[in-house]
């Protein structure tokens, strides 16, 4: 392949004449371009035949839907549907690199954003195995997703991703319990400093909550003694009335 420099060059912004060597040029204008295109991928073609069959299909699946996106001929169910935080979806995940999920995978919706949602990978892997950033869910409960096997959230692998990746919807982790788990984990794997201040703001207001507490109990105790000798003073009175 030509060397990345030269195309890097192309893509490079020239303050002077404020433009880029390949702006208004199309791809066919660099004859270069198209032989590296074909060469990289007599390469591909190499390396994927060494390929298990499952990993093949997941990933012509996966490119199908990638050049389908491209074209604008995909069929994207949820582009325009709500998926609320706590949904089940299924996801494609193609055209990953190094330890990154890839083909299709399951995930749970944490919030929607305009475009896409952001979006935890789930596996089955990934259940009570000890890692810090990962969140059990336990199978077949309904408020827990209803998953067919007990699960594990993957965290560190948060991500956005366009709703044309959802190929489906199954059902939604409702416990409110275990939502704010995970929105309380993840503050503190991917925004430490933020976790540690919400900490400090928490045991100030337990702090604050314990000095109301026991301010309540003495007003409560003083109250009591404010009764009593109110009580005592009415008995006098009356005492005294009853004398005269």
Request: net charge neutral; aromatic share 10%.
């Amino acid at each position: 392949m030509r060397s990345r420099n030269h195309y890097e060059s192309q893509l490079r912004f020239n303050k002077r004449t404020k433009s880029r060597p390949c702006d208004g040029k199309s791809v066919t204008d660099d004859p270069q371009l198209i032989l590296d295109y074909l060469s990289r991928n007599t390469e591909f073609d190499t390396f994927i035949r060494g390929w298990k069959l499952d990993e093949g299909i997941k990933w012509i699946l996966g490119y199908d839907r990638y050049i389908l996106d491209k074209k604008s001929q995909l069929n994207a169910p949820f582009i325009n549907q709500t998926l609320p935080p706590g949904t089940i979806v299924l996801c494609d995940f193609y055209g990953h690199m190094g330890t990154e999920l890839t083909f299709e995978h399951p995930a749970i919706v944490l919030t929607e954003v305009y475009g896409g949602i952001v979006i935890c990978p789930i596996s089955s892997k990934s259940y009570q195995d000890g890692v810090s950033s990962h969140i059990d869910l336990p199978q077949g409960v309904p408020t827990m997703g209803d998953l067919p096997y007990a699960s594990g959230i993957k965290l560190e692998q948060t991500r956005f991703i366009s709703k044309s990746r959802v190929l489906k919807k199954f059902k939604r982790v409702s416990d409110n319990a275990k939502l704010m788990e995970i929105n309380l984990k993840l503050t503190k794997e991917l925004m430490p400093f933020f976790y540690s201040e919400i900490l400090k703001d928490t045991e100030s207001n337990n702090d604050i909550l314990h000095w109301k507490e026991q301010e309540i109990r003495a007003l409560k105790e003083e109250k009591v003694l404010l009764e009593e000798e109110l009580r005592l003073k009415s008995e006098k009175i009356l005492e005294l009335e009853k004398a005269h």
